[in-house]
């Protein structure tokens, strides 16, 4: 199911609808993002089991920044948030669940990325990288 999302564009420009995709178990849950499409942090971290700081830390920002609205609803904040929970949503069916595609993605050494994990590139602002290498992995190519 494509869930879509209406954005806004600079400068006047007319909003269009953008297709924006989270497989299941994403997909199913609207509760991750509001109606502007912002993540809903509470409900995030309530999902995952972990406290704000826990997940700011996880995703390389400072604690305070999920806690202050103006920096949470900021675009970079904002697009870490979005970039790790799509990249947890790709790997969820390979991991078995949520749970395990959350470890994998804190803990598993990636051989591809010089066994570095997942959130270590998140962090480093390579997330494209990864996201490239989940399709290679996707379409059939070998880790």
Do not use: C
């Not at 900021?74 to 799509?86: C, D, N, P, S």
Request: aromatic fraction near 10%; proline fraction near 6%.
């Amino acid at each position: 199911m494509t869930t879509f999302r209406t954005q806004s564009y600079p400068l006047g420009l007319e909003e269009s609808q953008a297709p924006l995709y989270f497989p299941p178990p994403f997909g199913r849950s609207t509760a991750l993002f509001n109606r502007d499409g912002f993540v809903e942090i509470d409900e995030v971290v309530e999902r995952f089991g972990m406290s704000k700081g826990q997940f700011a830390e996880m995703i390389g920002l400072a604690p305070e920044t999920l806690r202050r609205t103006s920096r949470l609803t900021a675009a970079k904040t904002q697009a870490r948030m979005t970039e790790v929970l799509e990249i947890v949503t790709r790997v969820t069916d390979w991991a078995g669940g949520e749970k395990q595609a959350m470890a994998w993605y804190r803990a598993e050494p990636i051989p591809a990325f010089g066994g570095r994990t997942a959130e270590s590139l998140v962090k480093d602002g390579k997330a494209g990288a990864l996201r490239d290498y989940l399709d290679h992995l996707a379409m059939g190519g070998f880790a």
